[in-house]
């Protein structure tokens, strides 16, 4: 681990990567400007905040989800650095305004004034966001992001926000999930040929260390992140060569110093003592076999006689790798079964999140004020789902902590101290309150751009993010961890606060009854 680079994935590292490869800027996957990653009502909106001359009021955005993912009971903040580079590099190129200025409305016209195009050209966010650190785990209403600034750039910030928090968060939670089952055995990444395409293949390789794999068989990766590199050969390699044996010491030959068999292309059990073979010639030549792979069959049983077979041949030494569609509940079942797998493979159940899809995040708008000078105006998003009211006011996690442990999180007011506890409200249901005492209460989101600029020790590195998931997940009670009915982690709305979001509830009520009587 101590050989990993420093190196922050950012979109335009990439882009650079794949033009130093050889490929000119408009042959690569999206070109040099990724400003137009947005949906397009939020440049009709931001066209008309600035008509209605609404565009500089001061608003306050936070990016938050309402439940969590795999029915479990934690998730792992990811993305974030990936989406700082987002902000400080948006640009809207030549290309990117005449394509916009090419857009019609249904009448025909054009979509877009001159005059906001205008604007576009020389546009650079001037927005203030404050972030939870990647590596923590968070709970549903938590603003893990808070976007401060005049309205139509906080608006145009939304799309690539959630789409890049959104599915970082999603795969370092599956990804943490799967390492907590593995209880210590290294889990390495495998998922690149099943990725929703490159730049998913990028983030969730990305992501999925930040949840706490150890490697990725992902090169491109391992190059702009320092993210340890792993893999072995394929099924096409024994099936290439006149029969198994032979091919085994042909990649030894090749491979002496880094020779891992893959032993089930025909027989699995034979492919193993064909490997013991190898193995015994390896030494003779000074080496070690490092271990087999097995990828298909029943992995418990294949494991426990392929651990038999290496053992009585003296490779005690030698791993037991093992893949095939592996996720956190067949590890853990195998476990149970008293599998002999040292290193776990994991593909396409991570990342493509595999059994949910997305996050589910949103992005809404909790304060506005036409002024600096002015007070916030609080707003509220209603809903006749209770999970679906959100939260109103400037806002900050409060995480309480005590011998050690985390105990609860209150969602606060920005910038409301918290000192020896807090009774929070649950945010579904207002009826259930808890008491938070603590040691200490730790202020979770942090300033990361004001104005637009970087402020602060700047971006952390990767590894750091993945200690950091790698401790909290150790700082959660073992009730929270659970894959089936976890403990609910103590996470609410501060009770005040609380209150105030009823009333704001209740006044929009009444206005909306009285609007309809009239």
Known sequence: MSALLSVIYTLRRYHRA??????EADDSVHGTSLSLLTDLYQLTMSQGYLAAGRGEDR??????????????????????????????AARFDESDVAYLASLRAADGSALFAPVFLERLRGFRFGIDVDMVAEGTAVFPHEPLVRVEGPLWHCQLAETALLTIINFQTLIATKAARMVHAAAGDPVIEFGLRRAQGIDGGLSATRAAFVGGVAATSNVLAGKLLGVPVRGTHAHSWVMAFEDELESFRAYAKAMPNNCLLLVDTFDTLRGVRNAVIVGGELEAAGHRLLGIRLDSGDLAYLSIEARKILDAAGLNDASIVASNDLDERTILSLKHQGAKIDTWGVGTRLVTGGDQSALGGVYKLAAIRTNEREAWRSTIKLSDHVAKVSIP????????????????????????????GSTIVDADDPTREKRLEGDRFEMLLEPRLRGGEVVGQGPARLIEARQRAIAQRAALHPGVLRFDSPHQYPAGIEQSLAAERLEMVRAARQRAALGAQA
Do not use: N, S, T, Y
């Open 18 to 23: 794949v033009r130093e490869v050889g490929m």
């Open 59 to 88: 608003a306050v955005f936070h990016l938050f989800f309402r439940k969590l993912p795999f029915g479990g009971g934690f998730a792992i903040a990811a993305g974030m650095e990936p989406a700082l580079e987002w902000l400080k």
């Open 393 to 420: 006011g400037r806002l900050d996690i409060g995480r309480c902590w005590r011998d050690g442990r985390m105990v609860g999180d209150a969602i606060v007011r920005a910038d409301e101290a918290l000192a020896g």
